[in-house]
């Protein structure tokens, strides 16, 4: 299932945060929005998916999802949202159960979506008994047991610590290379963008506006750490984003 | 750093400001003022009109429960507690999560709760009795009301500081709205609405005591009353044990659900 968005815009009472937006997301294709903060790249995310109403301009979803599909648009969320009184397993199962699969066929859900997430021996943990980086990677299997068409990324790394970010970009790009999804990845660091994206997007600050689309040809299973390719692409967004950075830094000191 | 200064440690600094559970302080904070008081009384230093011998108040409470007269007493008192909060409870949580959920009828009650709350309630004990008669159902319902008005605050209030972000990822996986209040939003609030269930009770017992007083033969507060009107201290001063007993064991019993239901917080 492809997405395409067509001239987005969205502003919260009388500012305007995105401005005429328009992006195509292929099946199987990470796409990576990076810009400056309070450039509404979150706010383009809740967009896409469906959690709010763009003042104009339409997402359009392109063909069918795929055949046992629950929820066609899945988002991971930044600060991981799993309920603290279920555990690791009751967390799946959360969102299996709207859909009438319970008892051995959620069971095989479970097991299933624990083990590509190296998680099944926590399968009874309680989320407060988790690291950070572990928390996610329960979100991110929760997100997979519903069969997304396409992931919708919400800085998922941004809570974490510089090593357990590391790890999980390496648990994505496993997952990616098993079985490619589509992704929406919205993130402010530009290490995890050029790690993760085939295309990276570049926002303008505030109204966001799309600057630039980059494509990133290495694969994504042969990108790692500290690439020469990888770091020159880093400091070329960078430069690129730099100025806005620092405008929009002044900016927000304004407000 | 020169050789001649002398290395000292650095001077702690931190600490304190985390009250820390300190097993059976209180008891022994409680049992150190019974002794005073007996010595006190003992000795002369306090007077017999100024409090019981706690000894006296301790052989009281033994007589009146060898003769059953306690029972007679406590049991109706249990009953209309039980009854009353329940009622005030059970509605008031209702009450209080529909408030959290829909905007119009937080719109319409809000303002309604806002005015019965402060009203003392017991002024309303003749209101009720030609409402709802003489009888039990009467104490029934101040109780209920009284119960009602604070369970109610506490739930809407449990219910908004709920998680959005939990109730934005239970829509972005398509539950249904039945599902997202049963499964995030209730959950989320138990804490809330179990902490106001303690300030609830007690209030609760207060009433209890305030209607048995106005009109009941038996309960722990008529028993209170008469011991008064005879200035029989010992048999005041126990059923003001009782009384507090009560306070003590239901607040117990909300722990126990506390510690049940909300393992999950650790």
């Known amino acids: ?40 790249k979150s706010t383009l995310l809740r967009l896409i998916g469906g959690l709010e109403r763009p003042d104009s301009g ?13 929820n066609p648009l899945t988002y991971v969320f930044q600060d991981f949202a799993l309920l603290p009184w279920r555990s690791v397993g009751g967390n799946i199962s959360l969102v299996l159960e709207d859909h009438g699969i319970r008892g051995k066929a959620a069971d095989a859900i479970i097991a299933d979506v ?4 190296r998680l099944s021996d926590f399968r009874n943990a309680l989320p407060r008994q988790l690291s950070g980086g572990m928390k ?63 295309r990276i997007a570049i926002l303008s600050r505030r109204p966001g506006q799309l600057r630039e689309v980059i494509k990133v040809e290495t694969p994504l299973g042969d990108r790692h750490a500290g690439q020469p390719e990888l770091e020159s692409l880093q400091a070329r967004l960078w430069q690129m984003m730099k100025d806005e950075a620092v405008a929009a830094d002044q900016e927000l000191l304004n407000v | 750093m020169s050789d001649a200064d002398p290395a000292r440690p650095v001077p702690f600094r931190g600490g304190g400001f985390r009250p820390v559970a300190k097993r059976g302080t209180g008891i022994v904070v409680f ?20 409090l019981p011998r706690p000894s006296d108040v301790g052989v009281t409470l033994v007589d009146l429960a060898r003769s059953g007269q306690l029972w007679v007493h406590l049991i109706p008192s249990l009953t209309r507690l039980a009854v ?70 506490s739930t809407y209030g449990a219910v908004d500081n709920v998680d959005r972000t939990l109730i934005r990822m239970g829509q972005s996986f398509g539950l249904s709205w039945l599902s997202i209040v049963r499964k995030i939003v209730l959950p989320g609030a138990l804490p809330g609405i179990l902490s106001g269930l303690r300030v609830s009770i007690a209030i609760g017992i207060i009433l ?52 049940r239901l909300l393992v999950w917080r650790g």
Not at chain 1, 150 to 161: C, G, R
Not at chain 2, 94 to 106: A, D, E, N, Q, T
Not at chain 2, 133 to 148: C, M, N
Request: contains cysteine.
């Open chain 2, 208 to 259: 209890l005591v305030a209607a048995e007083m106005l009109g009941a033969q038996y309960g722990i507060g008529a028993y209170v009353l008469q011991a008064g009107s005879l200035y029989d201290l010992e048999r005041l001063f126990a059923g003001v044990v009782i009384l507090s007993a009560l306070g003590v064991l239901t607040s117990a019993i909300v722990g126990v659900l506390e510690r």
């Open chain 1, 1 to 40: 299932m492809d997405l395409t968005l067509e001239h987005i815009t969205h502003r919260y009472s009388d500012v305007p945060v995105l401005q005429d937006i328009s992006l195509h997301i292929p099946a199987g294709e990470i796409l990576c929005i990076i810009g400056p903060s309070g450039c509404g």
């Open chain 1, 114 to 117: 624990l083990a590509r997430t």
């Open chain 1, 136 to 198: 996610q990677r329960v979100a991110i299997a929760r997100a997979l047991a519903v069969n997304p068409a396409v992931m919708l990324l919400d800085e998922p790394l941004s809570a974490l610590d510089a090593q357990t970010r590391e790890l999980l970009m390496e648990d994505l790009v496993a997952l990616w290379t098993r079985q490619p999804f589509t992704g929406i990845y919205v993130t402010h660091n530009l290490a995890e963008a050029v790690r993760l994206g085939h």
């Open chain 2, 84 to 153: 009353g909060s329940l009622l005030g409870v059970t509605v008031g949580i209702g009450v209080g999560v529909m408030i959290g959920l829909f905007s119009h009828v937080r719109a319409g009650l809000v303002p309604l709760v806002a005015a019965l709350f402060p009203i003392p309630k017991i002024a309303l004990l003749p209101l009720f009795v030609i409402w709802f008669g003489i009888d039990e159902a009467s104490k029934y319902a101040l109780i209920a009301l009284g119960t009602f008005t604070p369970t109610v605050v």
């Open chain 1, 58 to 70: 339409q997402v359009l979803q392109l063909g069918t999802p795929p055949e046992g599909c629950l």
């Open chain 2, 31 to 50: 049992l150190l003022l019974l002794a005073l008081v007996e010595w006190g009384t003992r000795a002369g230093w306090i007077g017999n009109l100024t």
